[in-house]
């Protein structure tokens, strides 16, 4: 069975620095991953995605993540923090044809 | 760009009640889905659909629910008789060829809140 771990609850950052957000997977295949965003009081929107074409994967908004097998990771990162990031961020794997979350990571960037 | 577009925004609702949870996908989107999250938990899988008929359900998606597509456009979750549990937020979904690789587009989802 797919599921993910997202390993902090709650990540704080100041603004301008480096966002690490962490996610590990469990798959039987290879899987395809996803990074979704919740801003307050709006949707899930699309960070990015792996569908096993290359490792290291850019999205919007300056986010990018790596997809590492002999881990099993796939961490969210950016290199400097905008007030604006401050959302809830979801890792997701596919399983065939519906999406499995994880708890979600809420970020607060602090000025 | 297209967007998901759900209605209404909040809905309050008495327990016991039958409540109607509208959303409107992508035009040329063919495979929908809908999603809930429980304050403080996960967003979980509750249905798919495709060609008029649900292709997968979870366990949550009890015989309380029930999912159409009436006409060709608007995609709705029925909840029959709602319970305080059933309080959450409701996502619906779309994608284009429903692989496991295809991106979902969601909504902004619809609170339903059960007194």
């Known amino acids: 069975a797919q599921s993910v771990t997202q390993l902090d609850s709650h990540v704080s950052v100041s603004e301008g620095t480096p966002v690490l957000l962490r996610c590990n997977y469990s798959s039987s295949y290879s899987p395809s991953l996803f990074w979704y965003v919740q801003h307050p009081n709006k949707g899930l929107q699309l960070l990015l995605k792996y569908t096993s074409a290359a490792t290291l994967v850019k999205g919007i908004n300056g986010f990018e993540a790596e997809f590492k097998k002999s881990e099993t990771s796939f961490h969210l990162t950016k290199p400097s923090a905008h007030m604006s990031d401050a959302a809830e961020y979801f890792c997701?794997?596919?399983?065939?044809?519906?999406?499995?979350f994880g708890k979600g990571t809420k970020l607060s960037v602090k000025p | 760009e297209p967007e998901v577009t759900q209605t209404p925004s909040h809905q309050v609702t008495q327990m016991g009640q039958e409540v109607i949870l509208r959303c409107v996908p992508i035009?040329?989107?063919?495979?929908f889905y809908w999603y809930r999250q429980i304050l403080g938990q996960k967003v979980e899988f509750l249905v798919s659909f495709y060609n008029n008929e649900i292709s997968e359900k979870s366990e949550i998606f009890d015989d309380q629910f029930s999912v159409e597509r009436p006409d060709g456009s608007n995609f709705t979750l029925k909840i029959r008789s709602t319970k305080l549990e059933d309080s959450a937020m409701y996502f619906c979904?779309?994608?284009?060829?429903?692989?496991?690789?295809?991106?979902?587009?969601f909504g902004p989802g619809t609170r339903l809140t059960v007194l």
């Open positions: 997701v794997v596919s399983d065939s044809r519906n999406l499995i």
């Open positions: 979904a779309g994608t284009l060829a429903g692989t496991s690789t295809d991106t979902q587009y």
């Open positions: 035009s040329n989107h063919l495979y």
